[in-house]
């Protein structure tokens, strides 16, 4: 997945997502938390139900797997 520069509104659903960052600089603020830089390189895990802001800031290309 690509994405170019914004903001998106992320709402997950009930699954598990683990995040490969292959290229870019994106910035994600779960509501009521600070801001996470993720870049090249970094892996993460988005819980269930994450409510927040996805912004790119250099278009960043990813790859993910859900799991229920």
Known sequence: MG???GAYRAIKGT???LCVIL???S???EDGQ???LV???D???MKPGFEGTWRVIDPTRKI???KD
């Open 34 to 36: 600070p801001p996470v």
């Open 64 to 66: 993910w797997v859900t």
């Open 27 to 29: 910035e994600i603020t």
């Open 23 to 25: 290229s870019g600089v």
């Open 15 to 17: 699954t598990w997502e």
């Open 3 to 5: 994405s170019d520069s």
């Open 43 to 45: 892996t993460f895990v």
């Open 39 to 41: 870049k090249a390189g």
